[in-house]
């Protein structure tokens, strides 16, 4: 958990930012943080039925991987181009696959919302979203079950409503969706 004055993927502004990539670079905390996410997944539904495991590029990509290999289920992941998330890589999503969406923070819903989109667009059945952390602080409406291992209420604020003691504060995009 970093401090500071952070612009997130969703545009939004906190405090407060969640760098999962640093966490799951140590082998102990991915096995332990995945071996959790596994069997959350487990608990609520049955993964006999999963065809594949989806994240989107580029901060489901570790968790996404680890949770295929716990489940013994293919793991792809979805790519920005031109602001879309697409499959590319030679990856493929055969017509009517059962699929869960593993993320790592969920903020606002806007990445796990395009995933879903891109997926059914695949003509594939989303069964369900998993996450590390959901931070978002409203209830997710994205028309399939949403899970997280933590929910944490981390400040967000619109570019109107920055109070002044972070607006004092240097920004910093840490995201990946703003990359050129």
Do not use: W
Request: charged share 25%.
């Amino acid at each position: 958990m970093l401090e500071g004055h952070f612009i997130l993927s969703s545009g939004l502004h906190s405090s407060i930012y969640l760098q999962s990539a640093i966490v799951l670079s140590y082998p102990k905390y991915l096995k332990m943080i995945s071996k959790n996410l596994g069997n959350l997944i487990k608990n609520k539904i049955d993964v006999n039925i999963i065809d594949v495991v989806v994240s989107p590029a580029m901060g489901g990509v570790i968790i996404g991987s680890k949770i295929g290999e716990e489940l013994n289920k293919q793991s792809i992941f979805l790519e920005r181009v031109n602001k879309n998330l697409v499959l590319r890589r030679g990856f493929r999503i055969k017509k009517n696959s059962k699929i869960i969406i593993v993320e790592d923070v969920i903020t606002t819903g806007k990445s796990s919302y395009e995933c879903i989109q891109a997926l059914q667009g695949y003509k594939a059945k989303v069964l369900g979203v998993f996450s590390i952390i959901n931070r978002s602080v409203k209830k997710l409406d994205l028309n399939v079950d949403t899970y997280s291992l933590l929910s944490l209420e981390a400040p967000l604020y619109k570019e109107s409503e920055i109070p002044d003691f972070l607006k004092k504060t240097p920004i910093s995009k840490p995201g990946s969706r703003f990359l050129k």
